[in-house]
């Protein structure tokens, strides 16, 4: 079965730039996040879809972050503009549902902004 | 408050040692505890589940332990590798709203020769 797939794995921009991540989820998965996880930190949510629907953004700085999921299927996060704190590494993760218990993550995308 | 709290934040082992990781919680109403490893680079892979009724779950040289009364669990690593060089992070589940999945800040792993 394969896996969650995410690119760029890296991404070296400077301040004040505009950045994309994609994410595939894993064939069947209805429910996609993205995680923004700090050096020496654990993942912190940013975003949750149920098919193409927004769950919960809470999280989400929306004067600079985006995401979509416009088919229900794969989803794109953007940050306009970068900021130095902004350097993370931002994983995407799929499960079968809202309520499952068990996120499968793929490898991630190391941000670094200078 | 939901959080997840873990100790020791980084260890370091020689190879071939046990160790322990602890995993403290206040996370409500409670569905599983989750240990996962993460490489670095990597995304997290998931070691152990264990739901309320269950205290003790192994995975080769890991074993978890869950006290749902005190509200704590640990991870034990057997005769340490050092491929076991990673961060594992504790998650717990929650049984109720949309975002279930509190996360710990992790252990940093390192085994040295």
Known sequence: EAGVAQSPRYKIIEKRQSVAFWCNPISGHAT???????????PKLLIQFQNNGVVDDSQ???DRFSAERLKGVDSTLKIQPAKLED??????????ESRATEAFFGQGTRLTVV | KNQVEQSPQSLIILEGKNCTLQCNYTVSPFSNLRWYKQDTGRGPVSLTIMTFSENTKSNGRYTATLDADTKQSSLHITASQLSDS???????????GNTPLVFGKGTRLSVIA
């Not at chain 1, 996609?32 to 654990?42: D, F, H, V």
Request: glycine letters at 6%.
């Open chain 1, 32 to 42: 996609l996040y993205w995680y923004q996880q700090i050096l020496g930190q654990g």
């Open chain 1, 60 to 62: 989400l700085p929306k």
């Open chain 1, 87 to 96: 350097s993370a590494v931002y994983l995407c993760a799929s499960s079968l």
């Open chain 2, 86 to 96: 990673a961060s594992y992070i504790c998650v717990v589940s929650r049984n109720s």
